[in-house]
């Protein structure tokens, strides 16, 4: 079925889709959600939900599957050394390896960052904000 | 789970080590299904121990202690490894994912999706051949590789198979593809295009090209990381990362073996040879054609072999897309194409399943008309390899 399906655009109004029950989402779970034809990975890290837009802008994999680990920065604020940082917190994209921060969706080297949308928990089901 | 929006779907997932696979076709597999589809450069699994049971003598007692080796702990029995990747190891952090080895049955799950009608399986692990030091260690593996291969893959439906030379043995090289030329599933001789020296249009190498031409199997030149040779064309000193390594040595090693295939006159005195280049991306076709038709101006009198300029020969060379370039924008690829005059020739390729393989969304997202899109994704290839229309 590839009826169009616009993006909602109704302006403000918060939808909320309930994706499921906490329980069933534990540290370490991830979920892929399509909403439309809009996919999302949501993943649980240490009891933190995030949720991020969920195909790679290079050639489309699915970054629900990716793994989270840690990368290297080298910055002003590192005073230009190598260092580890973020670790646990780094989506790496199954496909060819671009790298997310989950929490700002910003891809590391790009200029480029990915959708991000809020998760909150409401009468125990985890729930998407879109 | 329904209300007044779109559908929505939940699915639990798992983190997947290897590079995801197929997916990407599924996601077009309406689309697609009613192309020809050719990919035109599959790798599966052809480990060196595949081999052994095909070499003979002291070459067989060698690679059996070559099977043995631990080299920092890669698998010994990895060529690649051995000479390849020794030098940055880890340098990434384990951040791509892994590049699995793809089983035969791998191969036939993906055909049998049904999407695509012919897979050309390239070597992996003898792609740098040419650099190996001893002529007859060489041939003797790129011989064993062969027939495995053939044992292997043939009557396989929708599966041809590329054979590899030794370019540093041309009488062996010679005889391979007068071995295998006839069988229906061989379509391509490979030759691997890193490390060889002399460069590969040299005189040294005439009997192989008459062989394929005498055969009429067209030639496919596929790159490696070029970080593994000391020589000719590119030297590991020169790089200090492996990215670098990687990004110059495919398309220059291309670029340098077309110039002096070229300008050695072989096109000329081939005429029906076919040509093509894998691996190296496509962005620089532009600048070598039309860079060598800029000094020919000058030194024609130095290739009085050549009949027409460079870029008209370089024009009918035939090139696979991986690793295609993420172009700005969407309509961009066409444009590169039309530069390079490659309607004709440009074959989509995917690299499945190394890790730098193309999913096939990089190349559907660019642009162009229908009847392009069913040349780049078959047809080119189908008339490159002489397979059969499979509808
Ligand atoms: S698809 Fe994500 S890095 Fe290629």
């Given amino acids: 079925m590839t009826q169009k399906m616009q993006p909602d655009t109704r302006s403000r109004s918060q939808r909320k889709v309930p994706i499921m029950p906490a329980v069933d989402f534990p540290h370490g779970a991830r979920v892929e959600v399509q909403v439309g034809r809009v996919h999302i990975a949501v993943f649980n890290i240490n009891g933190e939900y995030f949720a991020l837009y969920g195909r790679c802008p290079h050639q489309s994999a699915p970054l629900s599957r990716g793994r989270l680990q840690g990368t290297v920065i080298c ?3 590192t005073c230009w050394e190598t260092k580890w940082v973020h670790d646990g917190e780094v989506l790496v994209c199954p496909g060819h390896g671009m790298e997310y921060h989950v929490r700002s969706g910003k891809a590391f080297g790009y200029d480029l960052k990915l959708r991000t949308y809020e998760v909150v928990v409401e009468e125990g089901q985890v729930t998407l904000v879109l | 789970m329904e209300s007044d929006g779109p559908l929505v779907k939940v699915r639990k997932v798992e983190a997947s080590y290897n590079p995801v696979q197929d997916e990407d076709l599924d996601q077009f597999g309406k689309e697609l299904s009613e192309l020809t589809i050719v990919d ?30 631990d080299f920092k702990g890669e698998p010994g029995n990895s060529l690649r490894n051995m000479i390849a990747h020794i030098a940055w190891l880890g340098s990434s952090y384990d951040k791509p994912p892994r590049a699995k080895l793809a089983a035969k049955e791998d191969l036939l799950a993906r055909m049998e999706k049904g999407i695509i009608d012919y897979s050309i399986l390239f070597p992996s692990e003898l792609l740098p051949i040419g650099y190996l030091p001893e002529p007859e260690w060489a041939a003797s593996l790129a011989k064993a590789y062969n027939q495995y291969m053939v044992d292997a893959y043939q009557n396989t439906k929708g599966v041809k198979i590329a054979i590899v030379v030794a370019p540093q043995h041309p009488a062996s090289a010679a005889e391979e593809i007068d071995r295998h030329a006839s069988h229906p599933d061989v379509v391509s001789v490979c030759l691997p295009d890193v490390g060889v020296n002399p460069p ?11 062989a394929a031409a005498r055969h009429s199997l067209p030639i496919s030149f596929h790159g490696i990381e070029a970080l593994i040779h000391d020589n000719y064309p590119l030297r590991v000193a020169h790089f200090h990362t492996l990215m670098q390594v990687n990004s110059m040595g495919f398309p220059f090693t291309s670029m340098l073996q077309i110039m002096s295939v070229v300008c050695a006159g072989i096109p000329v005195r081939f005429p029906n040879l076919k040509f093509a280049v894998l691996e190296a991306g496509l962005t620089w076709m532009p600048f070598i054609m039309y860079r060598l038709d800029a000094a020919y101006l000058r030194y024609r009198t130095e290739l009085p072999a050549l009949e027409k300029k460079p870029s008209e020969y370089i024009r009918d060379w035939y090139i696979g897309t991986h690793e295609l370039e993420a172009l700005p924008r969407r309509g961009d690829l066409v444009k590169l194409i039309e530069l390079y005059q490659g309607q004709d020739t440009t074959m989509w390729a995917s690299d499945w399943p190394h890790l730098e393989r193309d999913l096939i969304a990089g190349f559907m997202r660019y642009e162009m008309d229908e009847t392009l899109r069913r040349k780049i994704l078959g047809e080119n290839a189908l008339e490159f390899f002489g397979l059969t229309p499979p509808k």
């Fill in chain 1, 75 to 77: 910055s002003e604020e």
């Fill in chain 2, 40 to 69: 035109v450069d599959v790798h599966v699994d052809d480990t060196l121990m595949f081999m052994l049971d095909y070499m003979e003598g002291h070459f067989r007692k060698r690679l059996e202690t070559v099977l043995q080796a």
């Fill in chain 2, 200 to 210: 590969i249009g040299d005189e040294k190498y005439e009997p192989i090209y008459a």
